[in-house]
């Protein structure tokens, strides 16, 4: 992906969220990866 896309990306995502949903969003993606990591790194139930 070039900068111009991500620079587009984000500007759509700015539009339909408005700016004060931003930081609610990226918290909100943040903590969904952070459990995956917990999950892929917890050994496999018996």
Known sequence: MSILEIVLIGVI???IFG???IPELM???G??????KNA?????VK
């Open 31 to 36: 903590r969904s990866v952070k459990e995956f």
């Open 27 to 29: 918290k909100g993606i």
């Open 19 to 21: 700016g004060k949903k």
């Open 13 to 15: 995502v700015v539009l």
């Open 40 to 44: 892929k790194n917890e050994p496999p």
